[in-house]
């Protein structure tokens, strides 16, 4: 796994160890997925982009937010029910486990999507 971007650092210092670790799953999954993605911060939180924005994610008080986009919300309605939804958010509360599979779908549906 390549370095975490010192802005990212920055980003995650304020939390705890569980949700660093959660946000780090995350970003795991997303290079897993997409080796060559670029990271950098965007509206204030982690993004990661390949041909355009493929996710961003942010960090709050009582949740993770992931921002898919709304047709990737729609598309995996069924499987976020679980979830606290808007638009092009999904919001994860932190005493929830992170569901990696799902995730992992969303990041390949969104490289697919955007080509």
């Given at each position: 796994?390549s370095?975490?971007?010192?802005?990212?650092?920055?980003?995650?210092?304020?939390?705890?160890?569980?949700?660093?670790?959660?946000?780090?799953?995350?970003?795991?999954?997303?290079?897993k997925?997409?080796?060559?993605?670029?990271?950098?911060?965007?509206?204030?939180?982690?993004t990661?982009?390949?041909?355009?924005?493929?996710?961003?994610?942010?960090l709050?008080?009582s949740?993770?937010?992931i921002?898919?986009?709304?047709?990737?919300?729609?598309?995996?309605?069924?499987?976020l029910?679980?979830?606290?939804?808007?638009?092009?958010?999904?919001?994860?509360?932190?005493?929830?486990?992170?569901?990696?599979?799902?995730?992992?779908?969303?990041?390949?549906?969104?490289?697919?999507?955007?080509?």
């Amino acid at each position: 796994m390549s370095a975490l971007p010192q802005i990212f650092i920055d980003y995650i210092e304020t939390f705890d160890e569980d949700v660093k670790s959660k946000f780090l799953d995350i970003r795991k999954m997303v290079l897993k997925v997409c080796p060559d993605v670029v990271e950098k911060m965007s509206y204030g939180v982690p993004t990661y982009y390949h041909e355009g924005i493929l996710l961003h994610v942010g960090l709050f008080k009582s949740h993770i937010g992931i921002y898919p986009g709304p047709k990737t919300i729609d598309h995996f309605r069924s499987r976020l029910e679980a979830y606290s939804l808007d638009k092009g958010t999904i919001r994860i509360p932190y005493k929830m486990d992170l569901d990696l599979s799902l995730i992992k779908d969303i990041i390949t549906y969104n490289l697919e999507f955007r080509k």
